[in-house]
Every structure is written in structure tokens, then in C-alpha cells.
């Protein structure tokens, strides 16, 4: 009897395993909380991560959540810049694999798509531009000036005359070359930074209009790029163009090279102020006043003159700040060295152990120290220069700039010409056909300013 008993509760027991066993197999296990998430959401599926795939913007964007209950999930309009790839939930394998997906429990709201991005460009090499006087538009965002930044304060205006004991007011000046834009302002190329009075700054180049001005670098969103960026605006092709003019060629040197004549009908005044024991004369400057107010003339200034006239200088500065002359400062190095009866070659800017970048940035120092804008323009002392010369300024982002009217060489102006004089006081002669040539016509009237040549 106990074995009948046994037997049936052990058969009983087997029964109700397999029943279980069974119940256990064809039932579908509990969804876990990412599951049970997509059950109650399944035509909400956010975007989780955008990255750009512009390697100079680099923005990785992870959607943010929100804390406001549980809104309406609803499918979130896709990004169709091909310059952005989004990841969606469901979607087949994208181009950029997120790294962690958030186990997000179920009763934790979605997150948000991200907001609306701004397409970005693949790339920032400007296409040819339909009208090439006009600077490239190239920055993928241009920003506005900092509001603690006014167009006041983010110009450099001396806040006094600049003795020149004051020389390392101006440091770090150096070369540089970036596009820089700012809201309301035309974009700008930055040809040289520097530190004046703890704060950076640029000296900016309209790359239209060759006009330069020096501001303040937080006042503009700026960055480097190459001549070949901007090689449709003006100022890169007047650069690269005055930079094959070799002028007359030499077997050891070049004579002249550079812009020796200028695109507008009229002509282009130029004066020379290399270093001179004697006084500025100042005829030249009366005689250019004859005209009226504004008149447009180029001095092409050595640093040793500035050094050693600052009472000269301060006359014409106040003449340009009054408008009875508008004048452009064309850097004519820093020494002009010269040693008569010296062959060409070994003299100039060819003298032995010359540091053609110094002589280059420090006269462009002290004339900003003193109060002065530098130009875009650049004369070689002598008129005397050489290849691996010419590629300097080039490098240096100036427009070499040469004569076909020096008029104490008997040199006589036409339309477009570039006189060349000297009203350091050394050249006396050169003045008094000036003055004859003013008057009686041969010059003609209105002159051009220097930035209409190129």
C-alpha cells in the first residue's frame, strides 16, 4: 500500500514540474526597462547624438534632457544637411556610432532632439568668386563684437604724442596673416599682431579697398589662412602682381622692381623720407596744400629718420589729422643703409649681414608707437632690391613699390605715373621741378591716392 503511495505522489510531482516547465517555456520573459521604454514609445525614437563632420568646427552635440513630465513623444524631423549625421534608434547602421547608449528607465521622459543646427560647410576653400574686387565671405559663422567691446574701444587711437624714448610701448610685433570679420564690418585680413598696453591687437588690411586701420583682436573673430584662400580679393592679387614686376634686371640685383605705375587716370605722388641731417622741406607739403584740403600724398618713411625728426613728424601728423593732406605711410625700412661708391649689390638693403625682416617690422613699430597707421605699401631703399628680397616682402603681405617718374633723374610724369621725390632735404632739385611741373600743369590735378594704383 505505502509503495502505491508513494509511486502516485511521485507521479503527481513529475506532473506538475512539466506543467510548470511548460508554463515557463511558451510564456515570453519580462521586458526589461529599454524595452518596456520602446513598447510605450514606439514611434518616439530621439535623436541621442550629432556630431559634425566639419573637422574645423568639431562640435559634438549630446541631446540634453528634459525635466517637464512626459510630453507627447512624437518622431523629431531629421537633419538633412549631409554636412551633419544623426543617429536615430531603429535606424540602420549610421555613419558615427555613438559610444553609450543610456539604459533610460521607462518612467524618466524622453530626452529632446537637440536644437536646430546650423548646416556647417564641408569645407572652407571659397569658390571663384563672381566679382573679384569684392573680399571672399568665407567664415562658416561670423560673430558680432563683444558687447563690453564699442567701435570706439576696439580702435587704437594714441592717447598722446609718443616720444621716441617710449619704443617698447609696441611688442611682439610680428607678421601674421588671418581673415578676421565682426558684425556690421566688412571682413578684414590681419597682416600684424602686437601687445599695446597688455591687450592684442591687429593691424587690419581691407583686402578691397588696401586701406589698413589697427584694432583691438577681441573686437573680431579671426583665423589663419592662406594667400590662397584670398588670392580672388585685391589686395593677395596686388601683392603676387607687384611681387613679378622685377624691374630691370641685373646680374647680381634688381633695379626698380615693383609697381612703377599706377590703374587710374591721374597721377600718384610719392616722397621719400630716407634718414638726413638736414630739416624736412617743407615746400613740398605747400605746394601739395596749393590744392585744397585732402590731398593725397604717399611718404615712404625710414625708422632713423623718425627717430631723428620727431618735430618733423608731429608737423605732418597734425596736417593729416586736420585734412589739409591725406597721407599714406609707406615703410621704407628701418636703417637705409647706404655706402657711396659701393657697388649696388653690397649696398642697400643688399648690405652684408641685413636683416631684411627687421628692417621690415621695427619701422612699422615705431611709426605705430608714434602715432602712425602702416600701409600696405612697401619701397626698397635705392630702388635696389633682389629675388630672395622681393619674396620677403611678399612673405610679409606688402606691395613693392617702384617709380617710372623720379623726377630728379630726369624722369618726367604722364597719366598714371608714380613720382617719386625726396622732401627729406637732400634733394633739392627733384622739389623745384615738382613745383614747376604743379604749377604749369604737367602734373595733372586731382592726384591720385597711392591705393588707387594697384
Known amino acids: 500500500m505505502k509503495r502505491i503511495v508513494s509511486l502516485?505522489?511521485?507521479?503527481?510531482g513529475v506532473v506538475m514540474v512539466s506543467f510548470i516547465a511548460?508554463?515557463?517555456?511558451?510564456?515570453?520573459?519580462?521586458?526589461?526597462?529599454?524595452?518596456?521604454?520602446?513598447?510605450?514609445?514606439r514611434d518616439a525614437k530621439p535623436a541621442i547624438e550629432?556630431?559634425?563632420s566639419n573637422p574645423e568646427v568639431g562640435i559634438l552635440a549630446t541631446a540634453s534632457r528634459e525635466q517637464e513630465g512626459k510630453p507627447e513623444r512624437t518622431q523629431p524631423e531629421r537633419v538633412k544637411d549631409t554636412s551633419v549625421v544623426t543617429r536615430f534608434l531603429g535606424d540602420p547602421e549610421p555613419t558615427v556610432v555613438p559610444e553609450h547608449i543610456p539604459d533610460w528607465h521607462p518612467d524618466v521622459p524622453v530626452p529632446a532632439p537637440p536644437p536646430s543646427i546650423a548646416p556647417a560647410p564641408l569645407s572652407t576653400t571659397p569658390s571663384p568668386s563672381p566679382n573679384a574686387e569684392?573680399?571672399?565671405?568665407?567664415?562658416?559663422?561670423?560673430?558680432?563684437?563683444p558687447e563690453a567691446e564699442s567701435p570706439a574701444s576696439c580702435t587704437?587711437?594714441?592717447?598722446?604724442?609718443v616720444g621716441q624714448q617710449q619704443e617698447t610701448r609696441v611688442k611682439d610685433y610680428v607678421s601674421t596673416f588671418q581673415l578676421c570679420e565682426s558684425k556690421n564690418e566688412v571682413p578684414k585680413v590681419a597682416i600684424r599682431s602686437m601687445k599695446i598696453g597688455g591687450d592684442s591687437w591687429f593691424l587690419l588690411a581691407n583686402p578691397d579697398s588696401l586701406t589698413t586701420k589697427i584694432e583691438k583682436a577681441a573686437c573680431w573673430s579671426c583665423r589663419p589662412v592662406t594667400e590662397d584662400v584670398l588670392k580672388e580679393t585685391r589686395l593677395v592679387r596686388a601683392i603676387k602682381r607687384a611681387a613679378e614686376m622685377p624691374g630691370l634686371t641685373h646680374r647680381t640685383f634688381l633695379e626698380n622692381a615693383g609697381l612703377v605705375r599706377g590703374s587710374a587716370p591721374g597721377e600718384f605722388v610719392t616722397g621719400d623720407l630716407c634718414p638726413s641731417e638736414r630739416p624736412l622741406d617743407r615746400r613740398f607739403f605747400e605746394t601739395l596744400m596749393s590744392n585744397g584740403p585732402g590731398t593725397p600724398v604717399a611718404l615712404s618713411i625710414s625708422g632713423l629718420w623718425l627717430k631723428n625728426h620727431a618735430e618733423d613728424f608731429q608737423w605732418l601728423m597734425r596736417l593729416a589729422a586736420s585734412g589739409a593732406l591725406d597721407i599714406i605711410w609707406v615703410n621704407h625700412t628701418y636703417h637705409h643703409p647706404y655706402t657711396p661708391r659701393t657697388p649696388y649689390d653690397e649696398t642697400f638693403m643688399l648690405t652684408k649681414n641685413l636683416n631684411p625682416e627687421y628692417e621690415i617690422l621695427e619701422t612699422e613699430r615705431l611709426l605705430i608707437e608714434n602715432g602712425g597707421t602702416p600701409s600696405v605699401f612697401f619701397r626698397f631703399p635705392g630702388l635696389i632690391s633682389s629675388s630672395a628680397l622681393m619674396r620677403t616682402v611678399l612673405q610679409n603681405h606688402l606691395i613693392s613699390l617702384g617709380t617710372d617718374a623720379w623726377l630728379a633723374?630726369?624722369?618726367k610724369p604722364r597719366a598714371g605715373s608714380i613720382i617719386l621725390v625726396h622732401p627729406n632735404g637732400?634733394?633739392?632739385?627733384?622739389?623745384?621741378?615738382?613745383?614747376?611741373?604743379?604749377?604749369?600743369?604737367?602734373?595733372?590735378?586731382?592726384?591720385?591716392?597711392?591705393?588707387a594704383a594697384p
Open 8 to 12: 502516485s505522489a511521485l507521479t503527481l
Open 22 to 41: 511548460f508554463r515557463y517555456i511558451t510564456e515570453e520573459p519580462p521586458n526589461s526597462a529599454w524595452e518596456m521604454h520602446n513598447a510605450r514609445n
Open 50 to 52: 550629432t556630431k559634425s
Open 134 to 145: 569684392k573680399p571672399l565671405d568665407i567664415s562658416p559663422t561670423p560673430t558680432s563684437r
Open 156 to 161: 587704437f587711437f594714441p592717447s598722446r604724442t
Open 409 to 411: 633723374k630726369g624722369q
Open 426 to 451: 637732400n634733394e633739392e632739385v627733384g622739389l623745384d621741378l615738382f613745383i614747376r611741373f604743379y604749377s604749369n600743369g604737367t602734373i595733372d590735378r586731382p592726384l591720385e591716392p597711392l591705393v
